[in-house]
């Protein structure tokens, strides 16, 4: 399954940067071993995506010069483009590496299902849309609640159309936004969540605050000491049968719910 890319045109972009006004530096903080965030997202790239390639896509500002570095020693392809207007960033950078179909992941998001993430690509390609995400509870694309296990396919011919039909700065941040919120405009795709996980508005994985950052590094030593660390149905079923686990997450998305 890992093997089945779409066609040599999709290209996996990872956003990442340093800047952070709720935890500065999240990317590069010790994580799991001597092993921060980004390193290992790239690790899990690295193992599970195959033959779709995949690049990070960071910024020009200083502080993300060591994002840079990282990729370098990893041997990780990298573009370095706007710190706020992400949608440019995407195109630019899908244009340097001449993706035509993108999959947008968030490097902030350490339990992330990559199995899962590259099926919409072969979703998005059949379906024929300008853009395929998991459906979340209330008809919502994942990428808008707290979730943090999967990305979402778009092309880039969408979001060269998005760019020039908008320089609000709510859509040059949120890559995709102005997408679904325009669906008389662009073809949305939307497929169930997999493992029955639509209808989980409890669980919260993408990494935000300190709350979040030793919540999840626990999480992560949990399910390493199991093998797991790339198991969502394990990840689940741990925090399932820890009420603290749980009561840490449900506050987190209580205060940090837009």
């Not at 195959?50 to 060591?66: K, L, Y």
Request: net charge neutral.
């Amino acid at each position: 399954m890992l093997n089945m890319l779409v066609s040599n045109k999709t290209g996996i972009i990872i956003q990442a940067r340093t800047g952070s006004s709720r935890l500065p530096g999240k990317m590069t903080l010790p994580f799991f071993e001597d092993q921060n965030l980004i390193t290992l997202m790239i690790n899990k790239f690295k193992q599970e995506a195959g033959r779709t390639p995949f690049v990070i896509a960071t910024t020009t500002a200083s502080g993300d010069d060591i994002i840079v570095e990282i990729c370098a020693k990893a041997g990780v392809p990298y573009f370095r483009g706007s710190e706020n207007d992400v949608l440019d960033r995407f195109i630019k950078t899908a244009e340097h590496f001449r993706f035509e179909t993108i999959l947008r992941v968030c490097a902030d998001n350490p339990f992330f299902d990559v199995a899962s993430t590259l099926l919409l690509a072969r979703m998005l390609s059949t379906g024929k849309v300008d853009y395929m995400g998991y459906e979340m509870d209330g008809n919502q694309p994942s990428i808008m609640t707290h979730i943090g296990l999967w990305g979402e396919a778009v092309t880039l011919k969408a979001l060269v159309k998005t760019a020039s039909l908008t320089n609000d700065s709510l859509y040059r941040e949120h890559v995709t936004n102005y997408l679904y919120s325009h669906p008389q405009t662009f073809n949305i795709g939307l497929t169930p969540a997999p493992n029955g996980l639509g209808k989980r508005t409890d669980l919260r994985f993408t990494l935000d605050t300190p709350e979040d950052y030793e919540l999840y590094r626990k999480i992560y030593r949990q399910l390493a000491a199991r093998g797991s660390t790339n198991n969502p149905e394990a990840l689940v079923k741990l925090v399932d049968e820890n009420n603290d686990f749980r009561k840490v997450m449900k506050n987190q998305i209580t205060l940090n719910t837009k």
